[in-house]
């Protein structure tokens, strides 16, 4: 069945169960607390966001009680947010998927039918052999995040493929990793190297901590802020870390870049660098200074509306902390196209402070070496996601997920069939909606492993539901950190109802394929015993005390003078890229004024909000009573002109005439007048989500232009605007 129509599970199956009122009343949907029944405690490690907190989930006679912080847990500190505290909702969410599912036909029409696990993973196998004996195994495409891909991973490596991609490479920090790597050698990795409890100025460039709540990070800011430190925020929005700041810099959007090369010109022309770390660590800082000799404060004033004199005391106040002056590199930076370069200016201002290596600026992270569990080599592909690439972006590390989706349909398709892992493409990934249906309706197998029957499983040919991470072992985490730790996840409950866990999935398909020697052990705690046993420790002890910490091999900070080696060609932090401009790339960042608003229409922001983790939690029955909707901030200038209501309901429509879901406005001042916001994450449009389904508007869904960075292929999303429609609401 190739040609697939989008089917929307509880209507296929009918009968859909009923929402536990407790779960939306607001009445306390748990037992009594502690001493009045049996408590039993298990470690975890939280899967609410990627920040991976560790933590432990306390049942009382059996039922789901809390989950509260590892005290011992460098990215928690004993806390949990509020989206982990809410972790339960994952697990008792009565719309997640309950059974493995066929897409058949009925009278005519396409459904789903309830298949036994057996029956489902025969038929994806079956099709995955006839697949790679009819195409080759390297089509097939892997779409996955989280921990659990790792799974998924192994068996599509076995099988024969090498086309990967997560979707949070392209559209959120890749260009950061990349833009540290060309200029230090090094990344930034998952939990930033910030080591903001002891810095004295931090700069936040489109970083909206607090918002953005990760966990430990949003404490050590708080901790900064607490000792007297000096906060700069750059934003078109005054966020709660603007409200906590010394200055707050309401940039015009997309000149960024326009203010980092002023404040590289005020460091330079007045001396206010490191001269010493700059002299001992550094190279290019002439080709630099004449890059930006002609970006003053008063160029960048007509570029970014901010006032010359705040550059330069913003500038000197920076240099008056350093090397304790932390400029943030940013999490989600996919923004305008350039921004491998944009985020450049951020890690060459920082070089500049001398602040890597630095205590209060960024530290040097370290993990547990911890051995891979022994398998066989894996086939070499034939292709891999750079194939899909078609040359483009040479200073990727990743499969681009627009790429990868665009070469799935058309008479010249790389790609015949798509595992997807907890990655809900329709509604995470930007201007690929038609992509989506097309390759929906050309691949000759779609299969979807999620826990919540999230828009992409409508697509599917087969569903195959996890387990959520309350209730399966995954893979341990090990971070890199200011200190070494390994925490591991247990489960806590039994899989509920026919929900099995990735490793057993992934398992379960892989004997079926005839690729059991990838996966030589019954169950995966055997795996994580046999690692653990390697350091010294073992699954019985981890299970009792959840997280282990590691003594540190190499001093946390470079020491004064120390004669360190980056690992650049150069062995110096290359302030100039002489491998960018091997590659035909500007070798220093490089302005581009952004695009001008069309008239009526204004530029779409968007960003992180503290009770949900994008669009996979909105539809949690706890973190939903928290923070149900969204609205559109609005300036009262704009609100003035379109005689908007603060409440009133209205409908967005963005430049390619794509309308969203209705919404609220917000009228406020906390929002420059040519901008609006929206929080991500909401604007669902599945009625098997019946708590998200239509509420908010979804950012993504108006996102419907990318501009591809041509360095490493980052889709910059902040290159659309919209209008407003108050008729429709
Ligand atoms: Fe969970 Fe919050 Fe930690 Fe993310 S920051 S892992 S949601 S507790």
Redesign the pocket.
């Known amino acids: 069945m190739k040609r697939r129509e989008f089917l929307k599970i509880s209507s296929a199956l009918g009968g859909a169960a009923v929402l536990p009122s407790a779960l939306l009343s607001g009445c306390a949907p748990f037992p009594p607390p502690p001493g009045s029944g049996k408590v039993t405690v298990t470690p975890t490690?939280?899967?609410?966001?990627?920040?991976?907190?560790a933590?432990f989930v306390h049942r009382e006679d059996g039922e789901a009680w809390k989950v509260v912080?590892n005290p011992e847990d460098l990215?928690?500190h004993g806390?949990?947010?509020?989206?982990?505290?809410g972790?339960l909702g994952a697990f008792l969410d009565p719309d997640r998927l309950k059974h493995p599912l066929l897409r058949v036909k009925h009278n005519g029409r396409q459904t789903f039918r309830e298949v036994s696990w057996n029956e489902a993973l025969d038929y994806t196998a079956d099709r995955l052999k006839r697949i790679a004996a009819e195409h080759g195994p390297d089509s097939l495409a892997v779409f996955s995040q989280s921990v659990g891909a790792q799974h998924f991973r192994t068996l599509a490596k076995a099988y024969g493929t090498g086309s990967f991609a997560a979707p949070d490479y392209a559209q959120c920090r890749a260009a950061r990793e990349v833009g540290f790597f060309l200029t230090y050698g090094e990344t930034i990795g998952g939990q930033e190297r910030t080591d903001m409890a002891n810095s004295r100025c931090i700069v936040l460039i489109g970083t909206h901590i607090g918002e953005n709540?990760?966990?430990?990070q949003?404490q050590t800011f708080t901790e900064a802020v607490g000792k007297g430190a000096t906060i700069i925020t750059v934003d078109p929005r005054f966020s709660v870390a603007a409200s906590k700041s010394k200055y707050w810099l309401a940039i015009r959007p997309g000149t960024d870049l326009a203010l980092l090369l002023a404040w590289t010109h005020v460091l330079i022309t007045e001396g206010l660098y490191d001269k010493d770390y700059v002299a001992r660590y550094t190279l290019g800082l002439d080709e630099l200074a004449k890059h930006v000799a002609a970006h003053t404060p008063e160029w960048a004033y007509l570029e970014t509306g901010i006032e010359p004199e705040t550059i330069r005391r913003t500038a000197r106040e920076m240099a008056a902390h350093a090397p304790a002056t932390l400029v943030h590199p940013g999490r989600h930076v996919a923004w305008y196209g350039d921004d491998t370069q944009r985020v450049r200016a951020v890690a060459i201002l920082n070089a500049l402070l001398g602040s890597w290596g630095r205590k209060g600026g960024f530290y040097i992270p370290e993990q547990v070496k911890l051995p891979e569990y022994p398998l066989p080599a894996f086939p070499e592909p034939k292709t891999t996601w750079r194939d899909a690439h078609g040359g483009k972006y040479p200073f990727a590390y990743g499969g681009v997920t627009n790429e990868l989706i665009a070469q799935s349909s058309g008479p010249n398709a790389r790609y015949k069939a798509w595992l997807v892992y907890e990655a809900n493409l329709p509604v995470s990934v930007p201007a690929v909606a038609d992509q989506i249906r097309r390759a929906a309706a050309e691949l000759e197998l779609f299969v979807v492993v999620d826990t919540m029957p999230m828009e992409v499983t409508g697509y599917a040919d087969v569903v195959l539901p996890e387990c959520t991470y309350l209730e399966r072992h995954d893979p341990l985490r090990n971070e890199p950190r200011q200190r070494p730790s390994l925490a591991v996840r247990v489960p806590a409950f039994e899989p509920q109802y026919e929900s099995r866990p990735g490793w057993w999935i992934a398992r379960e398909l892989g004997v079926r394929l005839g690729l059991e020697k990838y996966f030589p052990w019954k169950k995966y705690r055997e795996v994580l015993d046999w690692q653990l046993r390697q350091v010294g420790s073992s699954l019985a002890e981890m299970e009792r005390i959840g997280l282990k910490t590691f003594p540190r091999r190499n001093p946390e900070y470079i020491g004064a003078g120390e004669d360190y080696a980056f690992p650049t060609p150069s062995g110096k932090i290359e302030l100039y890229s002489r491998q960018l401009a091997e590659q035909g790339f500007d070798p220093m960042p490089r302005y581009t004024p952004p695009e001008v608003a069309p008239a009526g229409f204004y530029r779409l922001i968007y960003g992180r909000m503290p009770a949900h983790?994008f669009s996979r939690t909105t539809n949690n029955p706890l973190l939903f009573q928290i923070m149900p909707e969204n609205s559109v901030w609005v300036n009262p200038l704009t609100a003035n002109d379109w005689k908007l209501q603060n409440g009133a309901y209205i409908r967005l429509k963005n430049q390619d005439g794509v309308l969203s879901n209705r919404v609220r406005v917000r009228v406020t001042e906390r929002i420059r007048p040519d901008a609006v916001y929206l929080a991500h994450g909401f604007g669902h449009r599945d009625r098997r989500l019946r708590l998200a389904n239509g509420v908010g508007a979804s950012d993504t869904q108006l996102i419907t232009q990318v501009k591809m960075d041509p360095i490493m292929g980052a889709t910059g999303m902040r290159s659309n605007f919209v209008t407003f429609v108050v008729q429709e609401a």
């Open positions: 490690v939280c899967e609410i966001c990627f920040w991976k907190c933590g912080g990215h928690s806390r949990l947010c509020t989206r982990g505290t972790g709540l990760h966990n430990d949003v983790t």
